[in-house]
């Protein structure tokens, strides 16, 4: 019963862990979306303040390219923000997906230790069963007139 208790705990960490990588790869592209997000935002500001120095220079040019390149950076946003709340979605998931794992393995190792105690305790019975049984033979045959050895 032992073994078959071991190689579910085995069974399980390698669960748990090819799960913990999972949620690693999903929270690195969250990392990688939420950067493309930030550097999307950066060129929407950027693009912004340049249409605003074109309408006060009165350059016509830099302020229509500006507004284009705006436009297509607010669609790129919006796009990196779906994508990004989609990817939250996943991670929430992954996390799920990994704490649960992690606590069916911790519950494995829990049964296995309460079974070492369990074990632990009962050869300590027996060894004072047999401690005493010797104990108990030995008075005997003293009360008998055999007297120790």
């Known amino acids: 019963m032992k073994s078959s208790l ?9 669960l748990e ?44 040019t830099d302020w229509l390219v500006a507004q284009a390149v705006s436009e297509w950076v607010t669609r790129e946003q919006s796009l990196f923000e779906s994508a990004r709340e989609r990817k939250e979605v996943q991670v929430d998931a992954a996390k799920a997906v990994y704490l649960n794992r992690r606590k069916e393995c911790r519950q494995v190792a829990n049964v296995i230790d309460a079974r070492a105690v369990e074990a632990a305790k009962e050869q300590v019975r027996r060894e004072q069963s047999e401690l005493d049984d010797w104990f108990g033979q030995r008075s005997r045959s003293v009360r008998r007139g055999n007297g120790p050895a």
């Open 6 to 14: 071991d190689r579910l705990l085995r069974l399980r960490s390698l």
């Open 17 to 60: 862990d090819v799960s913990r990588v999972e949620l690693e790869a999903q929270l690195q592209e969250m990392a990688q979306i939420e950067r493309a997000l930030s550097r999307a935002q950066t060129a929407g500001r950027a693009m912004r303040q340049q249409s605003f120095a074109g309408i006060s220079e009165a350059q016509r």
